[in-house]
């Protein structure tokens, strides 16, 4: 009967170990130059290979035949420990052996020397699953351990881990191993095995592994089994329930166009293919990101993508697909929350649908509405009616001559944003020659970037039904909007105060009872 895949390849030496140089590098110096410390902590998540590498340090403690720092993999020692049946190398899982009294029974071994080996070696797993008596049974041996004794720790959780016990060990964090390096490894194995795949196929694998390359090795043998000897893209995607990367731009595509009657219709092929919804939105969250970096480059990015990537590009914009990813992420966190997974995956789409930009930064509607599309909900919204004599008023091209003019512009054109305390922070200096110069208080220089005085001044040509040209100076600005907002603030709180102590309740409670008004409490009437 065969081994699987993580077990008959699980790495031998520390040449074999992929994906943990930083590690590995620190730990074959030390045993090349003989300067061994007496307890180590191995930390990181699942499947990178922390028992692994305990292992093989024991290995390289007791082998008769070092190659370098590696251990030979053929004196008796380095066959028994690879057996399990070494005994001088005592494995210990703490998730099972949580008591004092385990501890004890272990630690009572320590005193005496190696039977076989040179070194007798105490291996803990998953450490942190220790009661605290037993962690305190081990402080003293741990600090002070006889020369014949190391100790590996390795956990999953080093925060539950007491300080006494990191302080007295060398701790290494051993981090998720990459997508590419899995991809290799899983290449050569199958190379090895002479297992037909594709690299679509490992590549789904690998990123589906997350950072665990026994956890992707265990799919990989799943995949096998799913592909009748074979690892091909299609029965990867069938067994993880993945659907295509088209599938996902298909549906961000329809959210941007407001194409309901499409968006349902996707939806329902998800559910029959028997996909994750939960993984198709961290797909969905992954496509906006890779968008949002498309807008300031295409390096690394593959030609067959660009056309379709640039056509989602242009239905939107850098703040709405910020707003859209905070929409697929926070959808995901809430999906156990939906009545089910479709009901949750559902409303996450139409809420896309609901948050679109008005318009494109060269003013043309983004929401599009094809032929035989029902009208989107946000028409419900448009109950209230323009008269004729109110859109000829918006259409008389406004005036920025004043500081006064710019302060109204300011609070009724300007609405959210960066770029609004852009303009809240601004005083007007003069116009003339279709040149907007305004001025901005050192203490907010900071605001002046591109995008927003970009977005301001398409604001202002708007308005003024004119191509002008906006100029912001640092520099002294004190009579601005958001200034006479602090005035007004202060003023009201002024008067909200003086009736307060003039009010007929409050100063008998003063007079009877000794009140006394907290100032700090006071806040002003609307």
Same mark, same amino acid.
């Given at each position: ?8 390849? &699980?790495?031998? *030496? ?22 061994? #410390? ?31 720092? @590696?251990?030979?993999?053929?004196c008796d020692s380095c066959l028994l420990i690879d057996q399990s049946r070494f005994v001088d190398v005592i494995e210990l899982d703490a998730a099972s052996n949580t008591q004092v009294d385990n501890m ?20 803990? $797993? ?19 351990? !006889? ?7 390795? *956990? ?11 302080? &007295?060990?060398?701790? %290494?964090?051993?981090?998720?191993? !990459? ?9 050569? =194995?199958? @190379?090895? /095995? ?33 592909? @009748? ?12 329930? =993945?659907?295509? $990367? ?12 407001? @194409? ?6 996707? =939806? ?51 703040? +709405? ?33 609901? %948050?679109? !930009? ?14 035989? #599309?029902?009208?989107?909900? *946000? ?17 008389? !091209?406004?005036?920025? #001559? ?21 303009? /809240?922070?601004?005083? %007007? ?16 220089? +900071? ?15 708007? +308005? ?14 004190? $009579? ?13 709180? $002024?008067?909200? *105060? ?21 100032s700090e409490s006071i806040r002003p009437s609307e």
């Amino acid at each position: 009967m065969s081994l699987a895949l993580a077990r008959k390849w &699980r790495p031998k *030496t520390f040449s074999e170990l992929v994906g943990q140089d930083h590690v590995v590098n620190a730990l074959t110096n030390a045993i090349s130059q003989g300067r061994m #410390h007496h307890a180590w902590l191995f930390t990181g998540t699942r499947g990178v290979g922390k028992t692994t590498l305990a292992r093989i340090i024991a290995k390289a403690l007791n082998c008769n035949a070092l190659n370098g720092a @590696d251990p030979c993999g053929r004196c008796d020692s380095c066959l028994l420990i690879d057996q399990s049946r070494f005994v001088d190398v005592i494995e210990l899982d703490a998730a099972s052996n949580t008591q004092v009294d385990n501890m004890r029974e272990l630690l009572e071994t320590a005193a005496y020397k190696p039977t076989v080996g040179e070194y007798k070696i105490f291996i803990i $797993d998953e450490v942190h699953m220790l009661s605290r008596s037993a962690f305190n049974a081990m402080l003293k041996t741990l600090e002070e351990p !006889p020369e014949h004794v190391k100790f590996i720790l390795a *956990t999953t959780d080093p925060q539950k881990v007491p300080v006494t016990v990191l302080s &007295r060990c060398l701790q %290494f964090n051993l981090k998720p191993i !990459p997508v590419p390096i899995i991809k290799a490894q899983m290449a050569k =194995i199958l @190379d090895d /095995e002479k297992i037909e795949f594709d690299s679509q196929g490992i590549e789904l694998l690998s990123r589906y592994a997350r950072g665990s390359l026994r956890d992707g090795l265990s799919l990989l043998d799943q995949s096998i089994a799913q592909g @009748d000897g074979q690892v091909q893209e299609e029965s990867v995607k069938s067994m993880l329930g =993945i659907v295509d $990367d088209s599938l996902v731009r298909g549906l961000l595509e329809a959210s941007l166009e407001q @194409d309901g009657n499409l968006l349902v219709q996707m =939806i329902d092929d998800i559910e029959r293919m028997g996909a994750s919804f939960s993984y198709v939105l961290d797909e969905m969250a992954t496509l906006i990101q890779r968008l949002s970096l498309f807008a300031l480059t295409t390096e690394g990015l593959d030609e067959d993508l660009i056309e379709g990537y640039q056509a989602l590009v242009n239905q939107t914009d850098e703040e +709405h697909l910020q707003l859209l990813y905070q929409i697929a992420t926070v959808g995901k966190r809430d999906l156990p929350l939906a009545p089910n997974e479709k009901v949750g995956f559902t409303m996450v789409m139409l809420r896309m649908m609901a %948050f679109l !930009p008005a318009v494109e930064s060269g003013g043309e509607l983004v929401k599009k509405k094809s032929e035989g #599309h029902q009208e989107p909900i *946000t028409k419900a919204k448009s109950i209230k009616t323009s008269s004729p004599k109110e859109d000829k008023k918006a259409n008389v !091209p406004g005036v920025i #001559h004043t500081n006064e003019d710019w302060k109204k512009f300011v609070s009724e054109r300007v609405a959210t944003g960066m770029a609004k305390m852009l303009a /809240e922070n601004a005083e %007007f200096r003069s116009f003339n020659e279709g040149v907007l110069s305004l001025s901005l208080d050192n203490e907010h220089k +900071h605001l002046l970037e591109d995008r927003y005085k970009n977005k301001l001044q398409e604001l202002i040509r708007e +308005h003024l039904s004119i191509q002008c040209r906006l100029e912001i100076n640092a520099g002294v600005a004190s $009579d601005t909007l958001l200034a006479d907002q602090v005035v007004e603030s202060k003023n009201r709180l $002024d008067q909200t *105060t003086k009736d307060l102590e003039d009010d007929p309740f409050v100063k008998s409670l003063k007079s009877d009872l000794g009140g006394i008004l907290v100032s700090e409490s006071i806040r002003p009437s609307e």
